[in-house]
């Protein structure tokens, strides 16, 4: 896309302050064309303040932006989140100061599906376990074609649960949709939508999903939705997929539930901390192979990366012409 920008009246003050969260992102540069741009790989608390106290508009992915840290930004006008979440803006007093706050939403839709069934179907036809099993020599050794070590079964008339159906949660069952599977649907909100999915409440939906996958924002309703009780009633067959929120799921809890065989498997792409703790109870699990997990990366995709820069460009465009 070709702009010109001769007709801005001012040169902005643009501060991107952990830009290295969106690596090597191909348009990240075109911000260059809104104005005087600093880019900051990562910035720690400490730094905020200094490093924004003369800029108008600030980028941030996830450090956080507080009450004090605006008030004594004069010249702040515009917070741009890269991201679809704004938990790390105090929206309360960006709104008392009068600085706007705009977000990007939609951008990682594909992407986060695409890794929801990444993890899915990695637990469910272990790929990695029979490439290694070829490539050691074992294969080579056998006297029968096939090995089937780690038996597998079809998604085709399971029923898959999502939890949140919004727009990633609808792209989700979409999918499910097309391997054949039941899609049914938990609306924490207690809000029904105008789809063609069953809505159950919580008791039946955690005692007869086959899979479980949790799409839905971190907010009063859902942190701690699947605690230790409720894991303990879903089928021991049963896979769990997080790629939405960590706190939405107790951490030790489901840790606890798997080295007990209480569900089968679980995929995790978000955690309550990020990165998590050396200690984390997950990385101690008595059967490895029954977890997943990924470092928050569902949302990246080079195509959502794109798109994520294409729309703050946008927002602070639209700022400025306003």
Not at 34 to 60: K, M, P
Not at 162 to 186: H, N, P, S
Not at 194 to 217: M, W
Request: charged share 15%; hydrophobic share 45%.
């Amino acid at each position: 896309m070709l702009v010109c920008f001769n007709f801005f009246q001012k040169t902005m003050k643009i501060v991107f302050l952990d830009s290295r969260t969106l690596g090597e992102t191909p348009n990240l540069n075109q911000l260059n064309a809104l104005g005087e741009v600093v880019f900051y790989s990562d910035t720690q608390t400490s730094q905020v303040q200094e490093r924004i106290s003369t800029a108008e508009v600030v980028i941030t992915n996830k450090v956080k932006i507080t009450h004090d840290t605006m008030a004594t930004c004069p010249q702040l006008q515009l917070i741009c989140v890269a991201a679809t979440g704004t938990n790390n803006v105090d929206l309360a007093a960006a709104a008392k100061l009068g600085i706007a706050v705009k977000n990007v939403k939609g951008y990682s839709t594909d992407s986060v599906a695409q890794l929801t069934f990444t993890l899915l179907l990695a637990i469910l036809n272990s790929p990695v376990y029979y490439d290694r099993y070829v490539k050691s020599g074992m294969y080579s050794q056998e006297t029968i074609f096939t090995h089937l070590g780690r038996p597998f079964w079809e998604l085709r008339g399971k029923r898959f649960g999502i939890v949140g159906l919004g727009e990633i949660g609808r792209q989700v069952a979409t999918i499910a949709d097309a391997f054949g599977a039941k899609v049914v649907y938990f609306s924490a909100s207690g809000v029904s939508q105008n789809v063609g999915y069953q809505r159950l409440d919580l008791p039946e939906f955690i005692k007869t999903c086959d899979i479980i996958s949790i799409h839905a924002p971190l907010n009063n309703q859902t942190d701690g939705l699947l605690n230790y009780a409720q894991l303990c009633q879903m089928k021991p067959s049963a896979v769990l997929l997080n790629t939405s929120r960590g706190g939405i799921v107790v951490e030790a809890d489901l840790a606890r539930a798997l080295n007990e065989n209480r569900i089968a498997a679980a995929g995790i792409d978000v955690f309550t901390q990020e990165p998590i703790a050396a200690n984390h109870p997950y990385l101690n699990l008595q059967n490895p192979d029954k977890l997943l997990l990924a470092p928050h990366v569902g949302w990246s995709s080079i195509e959502a990366r794109i798109r994520l820069m294409d729309g703050v460009f946008e927002n602070i465009r639209q700022f400025i012409n306003s």
